[in-house]
């Protein structure tokens, strides 16, 4: 079940957001994550609020990066998640969250440091994972239509006495 914007917003939070970014800045080329690039196979990550693994209470954040490019989600174990695209700079992920139902885009800038690294992928986390790449290529599929039906705007013509 997708993560409403207020509960998305709580486990951004938790997990070391930082302020919010223009969500424009961290569109990810379709391109990028719509063919495999074979020079850099794509590595999947897994961050947790606790050591545990597997804490129904606990956040996660599994992404997987394939040059710039970010598809992920946050998630709690047996509940709800929340798919996102972006790009990380250096130890920080710049992240967009797709919208669900009536929810509005949401960017976030979220520190790995605060986290702890995992070194297994669940099921769970995979599947979640494995939901959201479709998702996050239709998503950035229709922006891009969008961005390219815009009409143009028309320049300012000067006006007598300026």
Not at 66 to 75: P, W
Not at 93 to 117: G, M, Q
Not at 125 to 147: E, G
Request: proline fraction near 9%.
């Amino acid at each position: 079940m997708p993560l409403s914007a207020h509960c998305f917003s709580t486990l951004a939070t938790s997990l070391g957001a930082g302020g919010l970014l223009l969500g424009s800045a961290i569109l990810a080329p379709l391109s990028s994550l719509a063919a495999p690039q074979p020079d850099s196979p794509p590595t999947v990550q897994v961050y947790a609020e606790s050591p545990q693994p597997n804490q129904p209470s606990q956040g996660y954040l599994i992404f997987t990066e394939q040059g710039e490019s970010l598809v992920g989600a946050f998630y709690y174990p047996q509940s709800e998640y929340s798919c996102f695209t972006g790009k990380r700079v250096g130890n920080t992920l710049k992240i967009l969250a797709l919208p669900h139902l009536n929810d509005p885009l949401t960017s976030f800038s979220v520190s790995l440091d605060s986290l702890e690294k995992r070194s297994t992928l669940g099921s769970a986390a995979a599947a979640t994972l494995a939901a959201c790449r479709p998702d996050v290529l239709a998503f950035l599929k229709q922006s891009q239509t969008a961005m390219e039906t815009q009409p143009k705007a028309l320049p300012q013509r000067a006006t007598a006495g300026n």
